[in-house]
Structures are given as C-alpha cells and as structure tokens.
C-alpha cells in the first residue's frame, strides 16, 4: 500500500515545476500550461466518485488494478513521446490515481482493522513525503533537458503495478448497479463546476460565459441530487451526508483544503518573488522553492504519523478543532511575519504539520462512519470535499490577486498575499467551528488500541 501510495504523490508532484521549462520547449504558451493543470482538475473530480462506486460494486483491488494502470500509462506516455497533446492525455489518465486512497482503505478497513488509523496516518506521510521527493527528484533530472524529468514517475510506477499485483482484496458483500445517469448528470455538473473555479477570474466572474456555465452546473448537480435520492443504486448516496458525523467531517475537509492546498501555487509565487521587483517575496529559485516544499510535507509527515496518539489522547473532536486552528495560526503568521526566510518558513511548517493532522484524521473518520461496504465511497466523497475545497480556495486566492495588483500591473501586490493569507485563515476558523458540531458515540472518542497495533506503535511484536 506504501509503494502505491508513494506513486500517487510523485505523480502529484513532478510536473508543476516542469510545466514553465516544458511550455518553452514544447511552444505550450501560458494558456495551455493552465488549460494541462486545468484538465488534470477536471480529471481529479470526475473520476473521484465514479473510481469509489466501481470499487465498492465491483472489488477494491481490481478497481486498484485499473487505476494503477491508467496512470503508469499516461506516465509512460508523456515520458516517451512529450507533446502537447500527450500531456494533456497523460494528466487525464494520471487523474485515476484519486482512486488509489479510498480503494487502498477499504483493503486496509477489511483485511486488517486492528490497524485501521495507524495505517491510515502512516500512508498519509509517505504520500506527502513523497509529493515534495517528486519535485526534487524531477527538478534534478530536468537540469539538463526538461523533458527528462517526465521519467521520474516510470521506474515507480513498475512498482506500484507489481505491489498492486500482491495486494489482497477487501472480503466485504459487492451488489448493486452502477447508474450511468447519474453518473451522466455528476460528471456534467462537475466539469462545469470546476471550470467556472478555474477560469472564472479569467473570464471575469460577471461575464455572461461565466454565469451561464455556473448556472449549467447548478442545474446538473441539483438533477443528480434528485436523481440519487431516487434511486435504488446510486452512484453516491446523497443519504450520506444525511449521517452527520460524515457531513461534518466533509464540510471541515473542504475547510482545511481551501487553504493548505489552496495556497500551493501562491506560496510558490511568493517565495520565487524578487523583493527589488515586486517589494515582497524571497527571490528563491526552482529548486529551493522545492526544498521548501519539501520542508513542510516533512512536517506534514511528523503531524499524520502523530494523528492516532493525540486522538487518543485528546479524542477526534479535539484533533479536527486544533487542526483548523493551527491553520489558520500558520496564515496569520504568514500575513503577520514574512519579512524573513526564516519568519515565513516557521509559519509554512506549522501549516505543513496542519495539513498533516488534518489528511490522516478526516481520511480515518470518514472511513469508520459508515458501515465496511460503503468505505470506499465515503472516503471517496472525502476526497471530492478536498479536490472543491482545493479548486474554490485557490479560485478565490486568484480572485484577490487580480483584485490587489501592484501599481504598473506588472506584478501581484503584496496586498493581494495578504487578503490571500486572511481567506485562508477565515475558512480555516471555520472548520474549526464546524468540528465542534462532531460528535462520536458513547465511549467512542478515544478508540482503544488493539495490541497488535500498539506493538506496531512502540517498536514491540505483536
């Protein structure tokens, strides 16, 4: 499960810092650049639910199977024969690896349960480790030619195919059908959906294509509700968020997302700015900005791992509160304190070792409450949470920027950074207020370890 998780984050992280040198090589102006990043978000939403309701129809590891593939595929194919066109098919491919979380915990949930939110937090570093290993392992190969540094995902992708082999599949009961209306109505919806968040500051968010096509999307997802909730075999069930410990816990998803990830590409643009041009920013190059990043997925990886204990400790309710808590204390220091590498960096791993803490708990919690055959699908309808909450909060980022430019318009403000930081903030609070709202059973808050888990725990034999 580690090696397949290890392929969805360098996947996840080698081809952002290629894109600008790849645009010059392959003639790709700055509109294609965007429209690539914006095809493998559409990817990431559509596939999201439709990966999940397979799984659960059809089998967690066969499902697996066919994502893997998918994405070692459209690897393979931008590494060999680099162009645009297999760019853009190659991120679309790439997309099935949203699949791979939610399928790998309805393994982990049937085979080993004892083991769930250990698990769980220790599949959540390694793929933000290996997110930040991606970008530096890319930026070296490309030194040279680019290009080169597509291949850094082929090598790991003959592995994760090969562990995908071994791995078990999920016991739990299969039935149902899979509805292609609704399925129809989902992916229209979305589509539009994150193509309004996309391109909306762009076109202008009072432009008539701008409404039209948000109006578009209202109308698609509000006929999918309808058509869920009567349906026999949804492709989601609506009725879940009916549950509202899983409401909440996709609603502080979103929260948490908004800013963590939504704020990537910003952070990267405020530490590569050169404070005798732009007043603001670090004037770092490529591969100390993915240093940085690399710093803060290490942090990431420390708060994930710790999850399970201070949940114990503390119970779910407090880690969700103090996860949004300690996001919003990362951007305020960020609007408050970044004069300095050093000022910026301390708030940044504080918000790296949040983004941590908040991946491993929401991921466990939406897997535990549910019954074992809907795992994968609550878990994939976390993700959904996360991948808008991602795409919203880096619309509205955007949003600020082109609002707050510098004076000439040759750069961004730095008042533009600082409504930036203070969006991220707010909504962050916000998640922490929405996780006061969870409740877990009686007895329940601070799940007992098993003692085959806490011998994993603390180094002993189980």
Excluded: K
Aim: with cysteine; proline share 5%.
């Amino acid at each position: 499960m580690a090696v397949v998780v290890l392929f969805s984050g360098i996947v996840q992280g080698y081809l952002t810092p290629l894109l600008p040198e790849l645009g010059e090589q392959l003639h790709i102006g700055g509109v294609g650049q965007n429209n690539i990043y914006l095809l493998s978000q559409l990817a990431f939403a559509v596939m999201t639910p439709l990966i999940s309701r397979l799984g659960d129809l059809y089998g967690h590891r066969r499902l697996l199977r066919i994502a893997l593939a998918m994405v070692a595929g459209g690897s393979l194919l931008m590494a060999v024969w680099p162009t645009a066109i297999t760019l853009a098919v190659g991120v679309v491919l790439q997309g099935a690896l949203v699949g791979f979380f939610p399928l790998l915990v309805g393994i982990l949930r049937s085979r080993a349960p004892e083991r769930n939110r250990t698990g769980i937090s220790l599949l959540v570093g390694v793929l933000l480790i290996s997110i930040g290993v991606g970008g530096l392992v890319a930026g070296a190969l490309s030194e040279r030619h680019a290009a080169a540094g597509l291949w850094a995902a082929v090598p790991v992708a003959a592995l994760a195919l090969l562990a995908g082999a071994v791995l078990p599949d999920s016991d739990v009961p299969r039935g149902g059908r899979f509805h292609y209306g609704a399925a129809t109505l989902l992916t229209g919806g979305l589509i539009a959906l994150v193509l309004v968040l996309a391109q909306g500051s762009s076109w202008g968010w009072a432009a008539p294509s701008t409404l039209g096509l948000a109006a578009v999307a209202v109308v698609l997802l509000a006929a999918w509700v309808v058509v869920e909730r009567r349906s026999e075999h949804p492709l989601v069930s609506v009725r879940m968020l009916a549950n509202p410990r899983l409401a909440v816990v996709s609603g502080y998803t979103f929260c948490a997302a908004f800013g963590t990830i939504g704020f990537l590409g910003a952070n990267a643009l405020f530490l590569g700015a050169s404070p005798a041009d732009a007043g603001y920013g670090m004037d770092l190059g490529p591969q100390t900005i993915a240093t940085v990043s690399l710093a803060m997925v290490i942090a990431g990886f420390a708060g994930s791992t710790l999850t399970p204990r201070i949940a114990r400790s503390v119970g779910d309710r407090a880690v969700l509160a103090v996860g949004g808590g300690l996001i919003a204390l990362g951007f305020v220091g960020m609007a408050l304190f970044h004069d300095t590498l050093g000022q910026y960096l301390a708030a940044a791993l504080v918000v790296g070792f949040a983004t941590g803490l908040f991946e491993s708990i929401t991921r466990t919690l939406s897997a535990e409450v549910v019954p074992e055959h809907e795992t994968a699908l609550a878990v994939g309808l976390n993700e959904l949470a996360l991948s808008l909450g991602a795409a919203i909060g880096a619309a509205v980022i955007g949003a600020c920027f082109a609002a707050h430019p510098a004076p000439g318009g040759g750069h961004i403000g730095e008042s533009g950074f600082l409504w930036g930081w203070g969006a991220c903030a707010a909504v962050a609070v916000l998640g922490s207020a929405l996780a006061l709202r969870y409740r877990t059973p009686q007895g329940a808050d601070a799940p007992a370890v098993r003692p085959s888990e806490q011998a994993v725990e603390t180094g002993g034999l189980a």
